[in-house]
């Protein structure tokens, strides 16, 4: 069955870093552009960046442009989302999916710390 996974999730200090990970199986991972969402406590989710199949272009929003940087490597069936100068605001659950279906991964927690 579909199946995504996140992790590299943690507890990181304001303007640290994490990269997180998402591992697909059970559809082919390369068909598929994978977008990153961020869910803050107690708001809805919010599109972050996505990046298309083959890797060959990538999609930002305004909040993360310049501080994220998506990328994919489909020899692993893994997408990434490296996160640099992280700020309290970027505290909540971060999730993977693949865009144009309802496959969404179980999400990994991110705590930025003052």
């Known amino acids: 069955q579909v199946q995504l996974v996140e992790s590299g999730g943690g507890l990181v200090q304001s303007g640290g870093s994490l990269r997180l990970s998402c591992v697909g199986s059970g559809f082919t991972f390369s068909s598929h552009t994978i977008g990153w969402y961020h869910q803050a406590p107690g708001k809805k989710r919010e599109w972050l960046a996505r990046?298309?199949?083959?890797?060959?272009?990538?999609d930002y929003a305004d909040s993360v442009q310049g501080r994220f940087t998506i990328s994919r490597d489909n020899a692993k069936n893994t997408a990434y989302l490296q996160m640099n100068n992280l700020e309290v605001e970027d505290t909540g659950v971060y999730y993977c999916k693949t865009e144009g279906t309802a496959w969404w991964g179980q999400g990994t927690q991110v705590t930025v710390s003052s």
């Open positions: 990046i298309s199949g083959a890797g060959s272009w990538t």
